[in-house]
């Protein structure tokens, strides 16, 4: 089972942020945080990285429908989708698989609950594949 589910857009990588936040934006997501990963470690170890960046992207009514099925699945919250440029100048787009991520919990709801957010996240990277 793989952990995540990706595709490739030719775009510069603000162009590509943009389309990101927009197709998941369309499935009910927003972004509640970004990590610029070239900066920090550029700033925390002096170390130059492609650019790498992590989006923290949450769908409220689906957090809380999972939080009230289980109250440590916040752990796992908020779902990442990392937007990088690869050595062809093409940009990744990659968004963790719920339920990979939750398989180690037995909970039968939660694991329906991970779909619909699979369905999205998968959705909103075939929404990409396809622009």
Same mark, same amino acid.
């Given at each position: 089972?793989?952990?995540?589910?990706?595709?490739?857009?030719? @775009?510069?990588?603000?162009?590509?942020?943009?389309?990101?936040?927009?197709?998941?934006?369309?499935q009910?997501?927003?972004?509640?945080?970004e990590?610029?990963?070239?900066?920090?470690?550029?700033?925390?170890?002096?170390?130059?990285?492609?650019?790498?960046?992590? =989006?923290? @992207?949450?769908?409220?009514?689906?957090?809380?429908?999972?939080?009230?099925?289980?109250?440590?699945?916040?752990?796992?919250?908020?779902?990442?989708?990392?937007?990088?440029? =690869?050595? !062809?100048? !093409?940009?990744?787009?990659?968004?963790?698989?719920?339920?990979? !991520?939750?398989? @180690?919990?037995e909970?039968?709801?939660?694991?329906e @609950?991970?779909?619909?957010?699979?369905?999205?996240?998968?959705?909103?990277?075939?929404?990409?594949?396809? !622009?």
């Amino acid at each position: 089972m793989t952990y995540y589910h990706s595709t490739t857009i030719d @775009a510069p990588l603000d162009e590509a942020l943009e389309k990101v936040r927009k197709a998941l934006g369309d499935q009910g997501f927003g972004i509640i945080n970004e990590i610029d990963m070239a900066k920090t470690l550029k700033e925390k170890i002096g170390a130059d990285f492609r650019p790498y960046r992590i =989006l923290g @992207a949450c769908n409220p009514q689906l957090a809380y429908e999972a939080l009230q099925l289980e109250d440590k699945v916040g752990t796992m919250l908020p779902c990442n989708v990392i937007v990088q440029q =690869l050595p !062809s100048g !093409s940009i990744e787009v990659a968004a963790i698989d719920p339920v990979a !991520s939750m398989a @180690a919990i037995e909970n039968d709801a939660l694991k329906e @609950a991970a779909q619909r957010v699979r369905d999205k996240l998968q959705t909103a990277i075939d929404t990409l594949r396809d !622009s």
